[in-house]
């Protein structure tokens, strides 16, 4: 490893020291963080508005950095970078590791009368593209004896097009794990209507680019509404996240959206906050 970096960073212009130097400091910066346990996985509750009363159908796993000098880090500020080294594979272990270790714990104390919600874990390309991550994921759910069903991956629309393998004979080994699949940011990428019904995936979540202002515009609203039709017609749960007030709630509710997520309704938060957090009915 140490070899090939030195062989990369010869190639690099001598005005681009101050660049290498960054990067080689972040990338020891992001090490110490994997290792040296300053990662902290939020959650953001997803609510079900299908039914009577609405509730917590699950919670999306957010990864964050507590740096100790720079604070709390938004994955914007690492992910890419964790993803363009590399790095993200362990980041997605971790986060894997932390959701079926809080999914067995909450069995184990019964915290939910209702049923344990699942955690969705972020997976990016690179996971994809590693042909173990399926007996990985086996062997946590396994070890902890936690149902699959309880684990969903998102999977990004564009993050599964730009796979240099096919995703779809590792998504197929996952679904028969039993772990549940989703497309994230849908609709942001440019894959063809046969390309998703080929996908074995059990949601859609709309990006939320689709959500943002669909109150003030009857066109944005047709739009979303042919996207839930689409999701629908597959067959698939259809989730829209970014939901950032009560007008946007409404026009989900109307067009039939099966789940939402978004500040409105919770912000992501550590697990002990989620965990006292009760859901806003009001709202709802
Ligand atoms: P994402 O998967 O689309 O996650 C949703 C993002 O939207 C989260 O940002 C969340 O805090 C934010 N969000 C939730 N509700 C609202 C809302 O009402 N309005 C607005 N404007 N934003 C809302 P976050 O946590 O900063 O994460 C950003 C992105 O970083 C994620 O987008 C995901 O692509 C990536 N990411 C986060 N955690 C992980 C991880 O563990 N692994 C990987 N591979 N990527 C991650
Ligand atoms: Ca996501
Ligand atoms: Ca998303
Ligand atoms: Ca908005």
Known sequence: EAKRLRNEVSLYDPELEADRLSHLSLLSELET???????????????????????????????????????????????????????????????LEQAVDTLARWRAEDRFPDGVPPISVNISTLDVQD?????????????????????????????????????????????????????D???TGQSSLAYLQRLPVHELK???????????????????????????????????EGVENTAELAVLKRLGCDLVQGYLLAKPMDIERFEAWSRPLAVL
């Open 206 to 240: 709309i990006d939320r680019s689709f959500v943002d202002g669909v109150d003030q515009d009857a066109k944005r609203e047709e739009l979303l509404g042919s996207i839930i039709m689409l999701g629908h017609g597959l067959g698939l749960q259809v989730s829209a």
């Open 33 to 95: 963080a994997i290792t040296q346990g300053q990662l902290r996985q939020f959650v953001q509750p997803k609510l079900s508005l299908v039914g009577g009363e609405p509730v917590v159908a699950g919670v999306e796993a957010l990864v964050r950095w507590q740096h100790p000098e720079r604070g709390w880090l938004p994955p914007s500020e690492f992910v890419p970078f964790a993803e363009s080294t590399g790095r993200i594979r362990q980041i997605t272990q971790w986060m």
């Open 185 to 187: 940011d849908f609709g």
């Open 131 to 183: 042909g173990l991550l399926p007996a990985r994921i086996e062997a946590l759910l396994r070890r902890a004896n936690v149902p699959a069903e309880l684990l969903q991956l998102e999977l990004t629309e564009t993050g599964l097009m730009a796979s240099t393998q096919d995703p779809i004979h590792v998504m197929h080994s996952l679904r028969r794990l039993g772990v549940r699949l989703a497309i």
